[in-house]
């Protein structure tokens, strides 16, 4: 087969199409006669409605008496003055409660989530050594909270910090 040299080859010029669309007068039409019947659909609408909107409320004062009002219910009385007693019962505090966020085995992992609560959030953590019969584990703890509340709203800060999650538990007595 012979080779072709593509390089070289001169490009041969291309001739200009004639792409030119005749105008739509078809569609300018239609626009045209819909626009025209919108307009005179509304002024149709505007003309005649005044007349007939004029004559609907002079029938209506003619026919129409004063109404009384209406009487207000009994029980609406009743409502208003009634007085309601609630008892309500003081719940017991259970206790002081702490948030575990993590237990890891490594201390320098452990102690640098603590920084990172520390840096982010302003809650102080603390990093405690467990032995347990999978080995040492390092916690790390935040700790105490009067009530639970105050736990889950600390829990809160740390969510939006984008942090690992904590968990709440009651303090040991």
């Known amino acids: ?25 078809a569609a300018l039409l239609v626009a045209v006669v819909l626009v025209s019947a919108g307009i005179y659909g509304l002024y149709f609408i505007t003309t005649n409605s005044e007349g007939k909107a004029a004559t609907q409320i ?4 003619q026919t ?5 009002k209406p ?36 201390r320098e992992d452990a102690e640098a989530l603590k920084a990172q609560i520390a840096f982010k959030t302003g809650l102080i953590a603390d990093v405690d050594r467990t032995e347990g019969k999978n ?3 390092y916690r790390v703890k935040i700790e105490p909270f009067e ?7 600390a829990n809160n800060q740390i969510k939006r910090a984008r942090m690992s999650r904590c968990r709440i538990y009651l303090m040991p007595k």
């Open 1 to 25: 087969m012979a080779q072709r040299d593509y390089v070289n080859k001169k490009r041969t010029p291309k001739k200009p199409t004639q792409n030119k669309r005749p105008f739509p007068v």
């Open 58 to 61: 002079a029938q209506k004062e």
């Open 64 to 68: 129409s008496a004063p109404k009384p």
């Open 71 to 106: 009487k207000k219910p009994d029980f609406i009385d009743e409502i208003e003055n009634a007085k309601i007693e609630v008892e309500v019962e003081e719940q017991e505090q259970q206790g002081p409660y702490y948030m575990q966020c993590a237990s890891l085995r490594n």
């Open 135 to 137: 080995g040492v584990w």
């Open 147 to 153: 009530t639970k509340r105050l736990a889950e709203s």
